[in-house]
């Protein structure tokens, strides 16, 4: 049962007072109350008040840094505060399913990595498709990368696929875990490169990392800042980018340009979206707050460092990113013989 | 004070038994879970079947050992307190959310201290007002922690 | 340069006005979401985190391991007066700190905590001066194969520390692993026991679980207790540890200083290993074992240096190799890299100033929580003053909070009343509940790693044998196998 009524409290502010008797029941008691509310007075307005910034990935991982970054920076441009909430679960599916179903008046918006949206829906249940939530920005990307222990006989990405591919090649590598975003992109340069690995799977990348270097595992596969500075220690040998372009981190490691196979990449981003129904004005002040924030010279010192590339997309952009990968991740994870489970 | 009784070696069988049944569900349903992808390589359901077997061999060794049990002591399962205190956290629990953290934990405080502390109205209402405001503010404010607002939150709050 | 060249310069940087200040502002708020309920270092943390954004990266890395520290501290407290874990390293301290309070003793019990605290703490930052590249090594060692036999010796050490019969320890153990299970299957991704519901994708929320079984059972039982069975608030010159008291400390204090080092290195889990391990030592090597589970002043004193002295080694991984073991030191990589240290195996190299600057405000932040925390005890104990029918609602409430602060869930509140219930049938009928919470924390790597390293090894046994380290495991479990037979039949014979 949902009980909503509203009332102009002062001119040009409208608020409302609900009592929700379950979480989901808000989208309905939201949708009649967005159509209600004259959408000119908000946008005048927003934000009224804090602004809840769900992220769906655990407090200190990448997108919970560049999360906070650019709220700090967004807080100063719109004069309100944006209050990070870190909603981690289920590869993030359980906090975009909060972002998805919260009322879409734009005091809950949320900051996502792509696997939540693109790579998750393949093998789990999710409540949500690309037409439940809309894309407001996004800011950049990072790739995985394929590193061999240091005595590994092969010096580029060319002589690593040979080896692979010699008859008696039998190798492990480890991955963030099956169905995961990194899993994919590897088995799917794999797959085109016509190789097989046998794939290891692991927590997340730092423990990927640790078990590699302690040689429990051939090849280390995952995100670039937990093995960067093995590499330049030289206690691992980088030898392929699961983008297409090289990395400034990495100089001497190939892309997938340097084995032709520009089409299989895969990598991992970031970005900004909103419940469907969020006002078209509250939409424009979000992507503009946040495209400028991105641009600015803090947060393209803190994607540098992470080793991520920047490249912004305004939400129109983004929306046909996250549709074009959704198809293609499930290619991928058919091939693989990955589906949905039920218990 | 005391409350219902029951014979030990009687709780002992029931509690036997219902552990055996925790395995039995484990049991069940690990194998129903997809078999492992290689032969030799455990699977998902591997660890949950022996489990369920284990759990439920021990269940049923608790059991047993209830029935022969010479013993003719009495347990006390607990009396009128246990039961409130109970029932005014499972009420508490499931309307946190959707009534709001301030009519759920005032209600909640008011009949605690009446009904668990023997306090008087003229003492409870205003304790309770006190410790349920005290916490929100620390919680809140200090601590940034999100509570659900709920009806009054919002009229007072926001 | 020497070590202790480095040293001296890392302590004049860390006696900086400023950097001390900020030693001291962690160290307090590390206190305080270390004290209540569900909040653990890592809430703390991320309120914190944005601030040190502005702050230069050795100030920003030593406010954020004075809140670690301090929380470590602060989470004996609701352990030994309500018989609330704050989180899985405080399990063990419930146990005697609790039985402690019961006595009046509450008082003694928190100051030998705090004390407990910082000698593991000082000793555990020696260690990371000293040997940490060696058993950053070490951790490097251990493998999917070594990890399983580790851990598994480990819940070997929990049947010796429980106090219950043996068959129903066994079926808490099998419990507790198997509960371990449920949620979505880290190697295959395949939901298991979650009927589709998304809150059971990422498995049963520990402190839930442990909040529920320990703190809400323990009230549900006080109330069909004399009021004699209650936590007694200690009389004002009662306070302090007594002589006796102190030197029934003195010996598992150091040895639990070495046990929670040396487990550091256990991956993830060292601190409920460690208190475990602590705690087991003590009660074989205890001329009155019986005491155990009674309020014995060793069982307090030695896992809570332990869990402390852990702490220390749980740097090692971060600042060695720049990987985090645990989520904590996870938050401070991140502090680190938004200012553009990159830790790792050049980070002593090339930023010494954080580093020693880190390893000695580590010191002084010990110290200065040493000297918090006493005076807090009186504090802390003066609660037990209040009315119980006006303390019990409130400590249930503040569970209901600190349970929903963590993850915002409804779902979490349900699941602790569950085990609230769960856990007073379980102990009306003597079923201990400490290795059910130890095996539930273990399970999960304890499963995932066995069938990581049979995936590794294509379905061969052997790969538990392979390489030094998981023949040293495997070394262990023998070794605490015939332990704890010879202990358990010596102590059959003297009852008999």
Request: proline share 6%.
């Amino acid at each position: 049962m949902v009980i909503t009524w509203q009332r102009e409290a002062l001119p040009g502010r409208s608020w409302e007072v609900r009592l929700s008797v379950a979480r989901h029941f808000r989208l309905i008691a939201a949708s009649l109350v967005a159509c209600s509310i004259s959408s000119i007075a908000l946008a005048q307005s927003y934000p009224a008040r804090p602004v809840s910034l769900i992220v769906p990935a655990p407090t200190g991982g990448g997108t919970d840094v560049f999360a906070r970054v650019l709220a700090e920076i967004v807080e100063g441009d719109l004069k309100q505060k944006f209050v990070v909430e870190n909603r981690s679960g289920a590869g993030g599916t359980l906090g975009t399913t909060q972002i998805v179903a919260a009322k879409p008046d734009g005091y809950t918006v949320g900051f996502i990595w792509n696997s939540p949206l693109t790579t998750s829906p393949h093998s789990l249940n999710v409540a949500y498709t690309p037409d439940s939530y809309r894309a407001v920005m996004s800011i950049g990307f990072s790739s995985y990368v394929l590193c061999a222990q240091p005595g590994f006989p092969a010096k580029d990405a060319q002589e690593f696929i040979a080896k692979l591919k010699a008859p008696d090649a039998k190798y492990t590598y480890g991955n963030d875990g099956i169905g995961g975003t990194m899993q994919l992109a590897a088995e799917r340069i794999f797959q085109s490169a016509g190789v097989k690995v046998r794939g290891i799977p692991f927590g997340g990348a730092g423990e990927t990392a640790k078990n590699f270097l302690g040689g429990h595992v051939d090849f280390y596969g995952g995100s670039l800042p937990p093995i960067l500075p093995h590499a330049q220690a030289g206690k691992a040998k980088c030898l392929l980018l699961t983008s297409a372009a090289k990395n400034p981190a990495l100089p001497e490691t190939d892309g997938l340009s340097a084995l032709a196979l520009d089409k299989a990449e895969t990598v991992l981003w970031w970005g900004l979206i909103v419940p469907k129904d969020v006002p078209e004005p509250v939409f424009e002040t979000l992507q503009k707050a946040f495209i400028t924030a991105a641009g600015s010279e803090k947060f393209k010192a803190a994607m540098a460092k992470q080793g991520a590339t920047l490249r912004v997309l305004d939400g129109k952009a983004t929306d046909a990113l996250i549709r074009t990968e959704l198809t293609a991740l499930g290619e991928v994870a058919k091939s693989l013989g990955i589906q949905k489970k039920t218990p | 004070m005391t409350g219902a009784r029951v014979a030990q070696w009687k709780a002992e069988v029931a509690g036997g038994l219902l552990l055996a049944a925790i395995g039995g569900f484990f049991l069940y349903f690990g194998l129903r879970l997809p078999p492992p992808d290689e032969p030799g390589v455990p699977g998902p359901g591997s660890a949950p079947i022996a489990l369920g077997v284990i759990i439920a061999l021990c269940g049923l060794a608790v059991a047993i050992g209830g029935l022969r049990k010479a013993d003719r002591s009495s347990l006390d399962l607990g009396g009128r307190k246990q039961a409130i205190a109970l029932i005014s956290l499972v009420l508490a629990t499931a309307l946190f959310e959707p009534a709001g953290f301030m009519l759920s934990t005032f209600t909640f405080l008011t009949a605690g201290f009446i009904l668990l502390g023997g306090a008087s109205w003229q003492r409870a209402v205003p304790a309770a007002a006190l410790v349920s405001g005290g916490l929100w503010l620390t919680f809140t404010k200090l601590l940034g922690v999100g509570l659900p607002y709920g009806l009054i939150g919002e009229i007072l709050f926001r | 340069m020497t070590s202790a060249n480095f040293l001296l310069n890392g302590l004049w940087i860390a006696v900086q006005p400023k950097n001390l200040l900020l030693c001291f502002i962690g160290c307090f708020w590390g206190s305080i979401v270390g004290v209540l309920p569900g909040l653990g270092p890592l809430a703390g943390m991320a309120l914190l985190l944005p601030l040190t954004f502005s702050l230069d990266p050795t100030g920003a890395i030593i406010m954020l391991c004075g809140i670690f520290y301090g929380a470590m501290y602060g989470g004996s407290t609701t352990s030994i007066l309500m018989r609330i874990p704050g989180e899985a390293a405080s399990v063990v301290t419930c146990i005697d700190g609790y039985e402690m309070a019961k006595k009046g003793r509450a008082g003694a019990a928190l100051s030998i905590a705090a004390l407990g605290s910082f000698v593991g703490g000082v000793l555990s930052v020696i260690g990371l001066m000293l040997v940490a590249p060696r058993l950053a090594d070490a951790m490097l060692a251990i493998g999917p194969a070594a990890e399983f036999t580790i851990l598994l010796a480990a819940l070997g050490v929990s049947i010796f520390a429980a106090s219950g019969p043996l068959l129903k320890t066994i079926a808490m153990i099998a419990l507790g692993l198997v509960l371990a299970m449920i949620g979505l299957d880290p190697l295959t991704a395949t939901p298991r026991f979650t009927f589709g519901s998304l809150n059971l994708s990422d498995g049963l929320s520990f402190a839930a679980m442990a909040i529920g079984l320990f703190g809400i059972s323990e009230i549900l039982m006080s109330f069909s207790q004399t009021i004699t069975e209650r936590p007694q608030a200690p009389k004002l010159r009662e306070m302090l540890p007594t002589k006796q008291e102190l030197k029934d400390s003195a010996m598992p204090t150091v040895r639990g200083s070495f046990i929670g080092f040396f487990f550091g290195i256990v991956p993830g889990v060292g601190h409920i290993v460690s208190t475990f391990a602590s705690y087991a030592v003590e009660k074989a090597l205890s001329k009155h074992p019986e005491e155990f589970g009674k309020g014995a002043v060793a069982g307090v004193a030695g896992p809570e240096t332990a869990n402390n002295a852990t702490t220390g080694a749980a740097m090692i991984p971060l600042l060695v190799l720049g990987i985090p073991a645990i989520p904590v030191t996870a938050v401070l990589l991140s502090a680190l890299t938004i200012h553009g240290v990159q830790p790792g195996p050049l980070m002593i190299a090339q930023h010494p100033e954080i580093f020693w600057g880190l390893i000695a405000s580590m010191l002084i932040g010990n110290f200065m929580l040493v000297v918090l925390n006493l005076p807090l005890v009186g504090l802390f104990v003066s609660m037990l003053r209040l009315p119980y029918g006006f303390l019990a609602p409130t400590i249930l409430l503040v569970c209901i909070i600190g349970v929903y602060s963590i993850k915002a869930s409804g779902f979490d509140l349900m699941v602790m009343v569950a085990f609230g219930i769960l856990g007073y049938a379980l102990r009306l009928m003597s079923f201990d509940i400490a290795p059910l919470l130890l095996a539930f924390v273990l399970g999960d790597r304890l499963e995932v790693n066995f069938r990581r390293a049979l995936t590794i090894s294509e379905g061969d046994y052997g790969i538990f044998l392979k390489g030094p380290a998981a023949q040293v495991a495997v070394a262990m479990v023998i070794a605490v196998t015939i332990g704890v037979l010879i202990l358990k039949l010596r102590r059959w014979k003297a009852a008999a």
